[in-house]
């Protein structure tokens, strides 16, 4: 059951990633929709600048920066989380979006152990080192009569960006600006302070939170460091001892994200 238990963890980890990320808004005109092998690069004229206008509230925040980055189909992102000092969670990948798909390539480290996941066409790809003899497990979440995939079922509902915007557009109790704006990726970035409520988060996030009862606080702190275009190149929460910090960076880079061969593809291991 080891290996079924680490399976679930990896998922859980990089569903944190792509939901704290992944407020990247649907967008009608978005290019290279991810399928079997994903790429996505800047557009040719950058015109984030001039339609940024105007401060963000907490009426328009979370619509703000998801429409920012629904201009720019991908981006790098580092994620680290510590509890009481101690790094718990390390990840580092790509992210190509388009629509309402995620494509994202990641490699991890938790709990002393390496691991590289895919998302790809709504399908987990995990490789669990010596669990899966180095190769990868496959999963696909829509599969009802998998009993493992009904675990990704909810996980992968997360991780759908436009659905994320959703669920939290209504849950921004505050935003105001925290400090000097720092450089970050090039850019002056401009920290804001964002308080939810997190009884007013909806969807599949909200079950999430429902499942977790007391261990889930009234409100969530976040401070997410804006650029000029409006999109986030830092994150940071802290919450009951746990520190989540999460940089993107690269946005509109020329990302490309494949499933793995047939041959680098193993079976669930049953123990």
């Not at 990247?24 to 557009?43: I, L, M, R």
Request: aromatic fraction near 4%.
């Amino acid at each position: 059951m080891r290996a079924r238990r680490s399976t679930v963890l990896v998922a859980a980890a990089v569903a944190a990633t792509l939901s704290l990320a992944g407020c990247s808004g649907a967008s009608d005109d978005a290019s290279s929709k991810p399928s079997g092998a994903s790429s996505a690069s800047a557009p040719a004229d950058d015109t984030s600048d001039e339609s940024a206008s105007g401060e963000l509230t907490a009426d328009n925040f979370m619509e703000t920066v998801a429409g920012s980055m629904a201009d720019d189909a991908s981006y790098h992102t580092v994620m680290k989380t510590s509890a009481n000092g101690t790094v718990a969670m390390t990840a580092e990948g790509d992210a190509a979006v388009d629509d309402d798909d995620i494509a994202m390539a990641m490699t991890m480290s938790s709990q002393g152990m390496d691991m590289e996941v895919r998302v790809l066409d709504g399908i987990w790809y995990m490789n669990l080192g010596e669990l899966t003899q180095d190769k990868f497990i496959k999963v696909d979440p829509s599969d009802d009569s998998n009993e493992m995939a009904k675990s990704f079922a909810g996980v992968t509902d997360q991780m759908d960006p436009s659905a994320s915007v959703k669920a939290m557009e209504d849950a921004v109790v505050s935003v105001k600006k925290s400090g000097a704006p720092e450089k970050l990726d090039g850019v002056d970035a401009q920290p804001y302070e964002v308080v939810v409520d997190t009884t007013k988060i909806t969807g599949a996030m909200a079950d999430t939170i429902k499942a977790a009862g007391d261990a889930i606080p009234a409100t969530f702190t976040y401070t997410y460091w804006i650029g000029p275009d409006n999109k986030p190149r830092k994150m940071v929460m802290d919450q009951a001892g746990t520190t989540t910090e999460m940089t993107m960076t690269d946005w509109g880079k020329k990302v490309t994200i494949e499933a793995p061969s047939a041959a680098q593809i193993t079976e669930m291991p049953t123990s």
